[in-house]
C-alpha cells in the first residue's frame, strides 16, 4: 500500500521554522524530512505510564501537605479522533508553572517564588468515552527571553500517550482573551487562525463548581481537520 502523507493537513500545525521564536531557527530541519518506517517494536512497544497511574494523580492541588496559592481551576475534556468519537484510555499528562509564573525546574530562574505545595504535574487515563479530568492552579505567565520583554501568555502543557512506544502527542492549553496572544511567536507559529483558536479553552460555567473552582473545557483532536495543533507534528 503506497503511503500518502495528508501533507494539507500540517496547515493545523506550528512551523517548524518560525524566525519571530528564535530556538526554532537552530531545531527547524534545513532538508527534506524522509519517512522511516516504523519497526514492530515502535508500534507495539510499551508505553510508560499507563499502569503507574494513581487516584488523585489527576488533583495537582492535594500532592502536598498544604493548598497551593492561587486560583483553583478544573480542566477537563475529551480526547478525539477526526470523526469525533473519544479515544479511550489515553494516558494525559500536564504540566504547567505555579501561580506566579514559575516552574520548578533548576533552568527556571525566574525571579518569582516557589510555592512548596505545588509541583505542577499530573497525570489521568481517560474514559471509555475519552474524558479526562484534573483539579489544578491557574498558572501565571512568565518572561521567556525571546525578544524584548516577552512574556508567555498562562498556559498549560498536555501530553497524550496512546499504546505503543511512538504515540506520543504534545500542545499548550491557552485560556480565553489572554492580552498576550498577539505578542507570542508560539502561540503564532500556528498560522491558520481557526486552528491557533482550537489552542484556546473554553470557559465552562455548567461545570464550574460554586464557591470553589472554575472550569475550562479543551478538547483533543488526534487527527483530521480539526486537530490540535501539535508541537511534535
Given at each position: 500500500m503506497t503511503f500518502v502523507y495528508p501533507v494539507d493537513s500540517n496547515k493545523a500545525h506550528p512551523l517548524p521554522l518560525?524566525?519571530?521564536?528564535?530556538?526554532?531557527?537552530?531545531?527547524?530541519?534545513n532538508k527534506p524530512?524522509?519517512?522511516?518506517?516504523?519497526?514492530?517494536s515502535e508500534l507495539t512497544g510499551?508505553?510508560?505510564?499507563?499502569?503507574?497511574?494513581?487516584?488523585?494523580?489527576?488533583?495537582?492541588?492535594?500532592?502536598?501537605?498544604?493548598?497551593p496559592l492561587g486560583e483553583r481551576i478544573i480542566v477537563h475534556g475529551h480526547v478525539l479522533d477526526e470523526d469525533g468519537r473519544g479515544v479511550a484510555?489515553?494516558?494525559?499528562?500536564?504540566?504547567?508553572?505555579?501561580?506566579?509564573g514559575r516552574y520548578v525546574h533548576v533552568r527556571d530562574q525566574h525571579p518569582a517564588p516557589l510555592d512548596?505545595?505545588?509541583?505542577?504535574?499530573?497525570?489521568?487515563q481517560s474514559d471509555a468515552s475519552g474524558y479526562y479530568r484534573f483539579v489544578t492552579i491557574k498558572p501565571g505567565a512568565y518572561p521567556w527571553g525571546n525578544h524584548h520583554n516577552a512574556?508567555?501568555?498562562?498556559?498549560?502543557?498536555?501530553?497524550?500517550?496512546?499504546?505503543?512506544?511512538v504515540t506520543r502527542l504534545v500542545t499548550q492549553m491557552y485560556f480565553p482573551a489572554d492580552?498576550?496572544?498577539?505578542?507570542?511567536?508560539?502561540?503564532?507559529s500556528v498560522p491558520d487562525e481557526k486552528?491557533?483558536?482550537?489552542?484556546?479553552?473554553?470557559?465552562?460555567l455548567e461545570n464550574t463548581q460554586p464557591e470553589w473552582a472554575l472550569c475550562y473545557r479543551f478538547n483533543i483532536v488526534l487527527r483530521g481537520k480539526n486537530a490540535t495543533p501539535m508541537e511534535n507534528t
Open positions: 518560525s524566525p519571530e521564536y528564535k530556538s526554532s531557527i537552530k531545531r527547524a530541519p524530512l524522509i519517512p522511516m518506517r516504523h519497526t514492530l510499551p508505553v510508560y505510564g499507563h499502569e503507574t497511574v494513581r487516584e488523585g494523580d489527576n488533583d495537582l492541588t492535594r500532592q502536598h501537605a498544604g493548598e484510555n489515553s494516558l494525559v499528562e500536564i504540566w504547567q508553572a505555579n501561580a506566579c512548596p505545595n505545588f509541583t505542577g504535574a499530573g497525570r489521568t512574556w508567555r501568555p498562562a498556559h498549560i502543557h498536555l501530553s497524550v500517550f496512546g499504546h505503543s512506544f492580552p498576550l496572544f498577539p505578542f507570542d511567536p508560539i502561540f503564532n486552528a491557533r483558536a482550537r489552542m484556546v479553552s473554553s470557559f465552562d
